[in-house]
């Protein structure tokens, strides 16, 4: 069975980087398929952030690009967000999610999801 | 960037009723990629929908979706008291993938 869990800090510092990292089980991020990230600020909608392919691609939403590495970590099959410049409106659940078995592109339905975690931006 | 708006907002009804949910494209869809999540409390989506009508592994027969270019519509026929949560609808035609505002279901 196919299991995603994140893990990073639960309070970051306005203008700082955040790090999450998504351990995955029952599946190898070595397969074709697309590993991504979406987040929630409270009481809000869903926002794709990044999503990274077997080997290496990203992809990025345009509204965030410029503040957002996603990579993969095959050795520990793991992959991980980093999203700079923190402010309070980056205040949410992430998730990190598996897509492509639909599509098979970076453009997919998420079938798979990690619990989430809360990052809270404040001083 | 394709936007995507549901409604209701929220929809109030009983238990065993008939909830239609509906999600407007702002433009066409390609080859209908439209997908229905839905969200309990304190959880993570879960897929429901895939391909407008496609049912996911393991979702219920009540669960239907249909719908092409920019007008879907997710059907739950006869609601159990566990299908009372938020339904996100997500266009992924195209990057970046987008989602909807989602609609409350509650328990009227």
């Known amino acids: 069975q196919v299991h995603l869990q994140e893990s990073g800090p639960g309070l970051v510092k306005p203008w700082e980087t955040l790090s999450l990292t998504c351990s995955v089980t029952g599946d190898s991020i070595r397969n074709e398929v697309y590993w991504g990230w979406i987040r929630q600020p409270p009481g809000k909608g869903l926002e794709w952030i990044a999503s990274v392919y077997h080997g290496g691609t990203t992809y990025y939403n345009p509204s965030l690009k410029s503040r957002v590495t996603v990579s993969a970590v095959t050795s520990k099959n793991q992959f991980s967000l980093k999203l700079s410049s923190l402010t309070a409106a980056d205040t949410a659940v992430y998730y990190c999610?598996?897509?492509?078995?639909?599509?098979?592109?970076?453009?997919?339905?998420?079938?798979?999801w990690g619990q989430g975690t809360m990052v809270t931006v404040s001083t | 960037e394709i936007v995507l708006t549901q409604s209701p907002g929220t929809l109030s009804l009983s238990p065993g009723e008939r909830a239609t949910l509906s999600c407007r494209a702002s433009?066409?869809?390609?080859?209908?990629?439209l997908a229905w999540y839905q969200q309990k409390a304190g959880q993570a989506p879960r897929l429901l929908i895939y391909?407008?009508?496609s049912r996911a592994t393991g979702i219920p027969d009540r669960f239907s979706g249909r719908g092409s270019g920019t007008d879907f519509t997710l059907t739950i026929t006869r609601l159990e008291p566990e299908d009372f949560a938020v339904y996100y609808c997500?266009?992924?035609?195209?990057?970046?993938?987008?989602f909807g505002q989602g609609t409350k279901v509650e328990i009227k």
């Open positions: 997500q266009q992924y035609g195209t990057l970046p993938q987008t």
């Open positions: 391909g407008a009508s």
């Open positions: 433009q066409s869809l390609s080859n209908t990629y």
């Open positions: 999610a598996r897509a492509g078995l639909v599509v098979a592109a970076p453009h997919d339905v998420f079938d798979m």
